[in-house]
C-alpha cells in the first residue's frame, strides 16, 4: 500500500504565499506523475499543477505564474509553492501521484489540506 501525506496548509492574506508538502511512503517501485488538485466547497475538483518523472510540468491557466510545482525523486516528495495567493485560491489541496509498486500500477491521493486566502 501507498500514503501520500500533506502538510503546509493554513490561513494567509491576500498576496501571501505558502508552501505544500506531499511525502510518499510504503510500496513504492517507481513514481510517474506526482501533482497537485483543489476543490473549493460546492465545486469539482481541479487540476492546480503536475509534474511527471522526468521534470516537465503543467498548470492550470489560473495559477500560471504564480504557483510553482517541484519533486524530489529521492524524498519521494513533491511541494507545491504558491505566491500572490487569491481569495478564489482557497481549497482543500489533495496530492496526487501515479505510483508502481514493483506489480503494478495505482493512483493514490493524499487526505487532504485546507488553504484558506482571507483578509
Known amino acids: 500500500q501507498v500514503q501520500l501525506v500533506e502538510s503546509g496548509g493554513g490561513l494567509v492574506q491576500p498576496g501571501g504565499s505558502l508552501r505544500l508538502s506531499c511525502a510518499a511512503s510504503?510500496?513504492?517501485?517507481?513514481?510517474?506523475?506526482m501533482g497537485w488538485f483543489r476543490q473549493a466547497p460546492g465545486k469539482q475538483r481541479e487540476l492546480v499543477a503536475r509534474?511527471?518523472?522526468?521534470?516537465?510540468?503543467n498548470y492550470a491557466d489560473s495559477v500560471k505564474g504564480r504557483f510553482t510545482i517541484s519533486r524530489d525523486n529521492a524524498k519521494n516528495t513533491v511541494y507545491l509553492q504558491m505566491n500572490s495567493l487569491k481569495p478564489e485560491d482557497t481549497a482543500v489541496y489533495y496530492c496526487?501521484?501515479?505510483?508502481?509498486?514493483?506489480?503494478?500500477?495505482?493512483?493514490?491521493w493524499g487526505q487532504g489540506t485546507q488553504v484558506t486566502v482571507s483578509s
Open positions: 509534474i511527471i518523472s522526468g521534470g516537465s510540468t
Open positions: 510504503g510500496s513504492i517501485f517507481s513514481i510517474n506523475n
Open positions: 496526487n501521484a501515479l505510483v508502481h509498486s514493483g506489480q503494478s500500477w495505482g493512483t493514490y
